[in-house]
């Protein structure tokens, strides 16, 4: 039902419009591009993309965005809310939020260096948002098996998820959710064995072993942070991913390989990745007359 020319004649200038609030979002500010991507997977990993994450709390609803994870975490929201006072002002009353927010996920990577693919449009914005939902969402701190599920849960396999978390190439992490690995690894009183020697004394002064240190961030790719390309996987082959759940993908024979090819082929990883990212823009959507034209991507119409 989504439709790769559903806005062509009601809302033609909207890939520029987005492009352009991305555009000025990350010349402001370098790591929006990344968190702007994360928003969208976030929306889509839970209960799909309708722009569910993007609703405020109401008196009788809590939703996606100021749940955990989410809850000081996710970002860009005011971005969104920019672009979509913009496609308002061209086009009022015909884009929805959840398709605002893909759009702008995929001018994100590609504005950082990254591939560029083709979405079909046509997501309608939930009526609703509920915080349980983000059980969906992968936690760095769960075994691989339980990750790879609530990916293929959602229709996207294991080498979708592989490709995907090469999303991790741009962006930053804060200390807590990796900081297990760093001083006292499965109560051994010793750091993660794994954890390459000089990243590990560079996360450590990021993040030393006190309570404060909790919200310091790390980037997720030390070598080339703002830069969408294969260095997230050539780190996870020598041993310098950061979350735990990162550097899992090497100790599974199966991920292991897939990670090797993309850390080799980078040219790979940008098609595989733009494929896996219109898959995952297709989870759970609404079309047609369900849900609604969100005026306001921060409450319902
Ligand atoms: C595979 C399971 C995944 C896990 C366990 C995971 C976990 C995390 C965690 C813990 C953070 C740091 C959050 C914080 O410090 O507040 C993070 C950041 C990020 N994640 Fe993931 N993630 C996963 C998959 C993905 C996918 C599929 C994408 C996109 C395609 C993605 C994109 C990002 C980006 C870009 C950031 C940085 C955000 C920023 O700097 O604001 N992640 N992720």
């Not at 993309?49 to 955990?68: I, R, Y």
């Amino acid at each position: 039902q989504l439709d790769y020319r559903f806005y062509d004649r009601t809302c033609p200038n909207l890939t520029r419009i987005v492009r352009f609030g991305v555009w000025s979002a990350i010349l402001n500010e370098t790591r929006m591009a990344a968190s702007l991507l994360r928003l969208h997977f976030h929306d889509c990993i839970a209960n799909g993309c309708d722009g569910s994450v993007l609703l405020d709390d109401t008196s009788t609803m809590k939703g996606e965005k100021n749940a955990p994870p989410n809850l000081n975490s996710a970002r860009g929201f005011q971005v969104i809310d920019t672009i979509k006072t913009n496609v308002e002002n061209a086009c009022p009353a015909t884009v929805s939020c959840a398709d605002i927010l893909t759009l702008v996920a995929r001018e994100a990577v590609f504005l950082t260096g990254g591939p560029y693919w083709s979405l079909p449009l046509g997501r309608r914005d939930s009526l609703t948002s509920n915080s349980s939902d983000n059980q969906h969402i992968p936690s760095p701190f769960e075994p691989l098996e339980n990750i790879t599920a609530k990916f293929t849960s959602k229709g996207l396999d294991m080498n979708d998820m592989v490709v995907l978390s090469g999303g991790h190439t741009i962006g930053f992490a804060q200390c807590f959710t990796f900081k297990q690995r760093l001083f006292d690894f499965d109560g051994t009183g010793k750091p993660d064995p794994t954890i390459d020697a000089s990243l590990l004394a560079n996360l450590q002064s990021t993040c030393p072993n006190q309570d404060n240190s909790n919200t310091n961030l790390a980037p997720l790719d030390h070598v080339t942070p703002s830069k969408f390309d294969n260095m997230y996987f050539k780190n996870l082959v020598n041993n310098s991913g950061v979350l735990g759940s990162d550097q899992a993908l090497m100790e599974d024979n199966t991920t292991a390989s897939i990670v090797i090819g993309y850390s080799t082929l980078p040219l790979l990883f940008f098609s595989e990745f733009g494929a896996s990212m219109a898959k995952l823009a297709s989870v759970g959507v609404i079309t047609g007359q369900e849900g609604e034209i969100r005026k306001d991507c921060k409450v319902v119409n």
